[in-house]
């Protein structure tokens, strides 16, 4: 059974830093694209930021590049996205997913696996 156990959700101010992480299980790794989602209130839920196991190749969507960075510990099955310069619109609750097809969101916006969500709140 795929599990995706997300946490490091919390409440920072504008210009802080948080770092995610999701930990899997109940499939291999290495065949899987793990990416992080987020949905705001009243917003469809939309894809941040993915990475593609086997080849480490990363995207992210626009509005955050260069402010996140998704990486993965192979050893650990875990995958982190590490939020800085956070800004207000980042608010929203964060799901981490896994895809067999190992396509970036921006191909395959919906993944194969969720897990539950961890709420991120930026205040200004």
């Known amino acids: 059974e795929v599990q995706l156990q997300a946490s490091g959700g919390g409440w920072v101010q504008a210009g802080g830093s948080l770092r995610l992480a999701c930990a899997a299980s109940?499939?291999?790794?290495?065949?899987?694209?793990i990416g992080w989602f987020r949905q705001a209130p009243g917003k469809e839920r939309e894809g941040v930021a993915c990475?593609?196991?086997?080849?480490?190749?990363?995207y992210y969507t626009d509005s955050v590049e260069g402010r996140f960075t998704i990486v993965s510990d192979n050893a650990k099955n875990t995958v982190y996205l590490q939020m800085n310069s956070l800004e207000p619109e980042d608010t929203a609750v964060y799901y981490c997913?896994?895809?067999?097809?190992?396509?970036?969101?921006?191909?395959?916006?919906?993944?194969?696996?969720y897990g539950q969500g961890t709420q991120v709140t930026v205040s200004d």
């Open positions: 109940g499939f291999i790794f290495d065949d899987y694209a």
């Open positions: 997913a896994a895809d067999e097809s190992a396509l970036p969101f921006w191909a395959k916006p919906v993944y194969d696996h």
């Open positions: 990475i593609d196991i086997k080849d480490g190749m990363t």
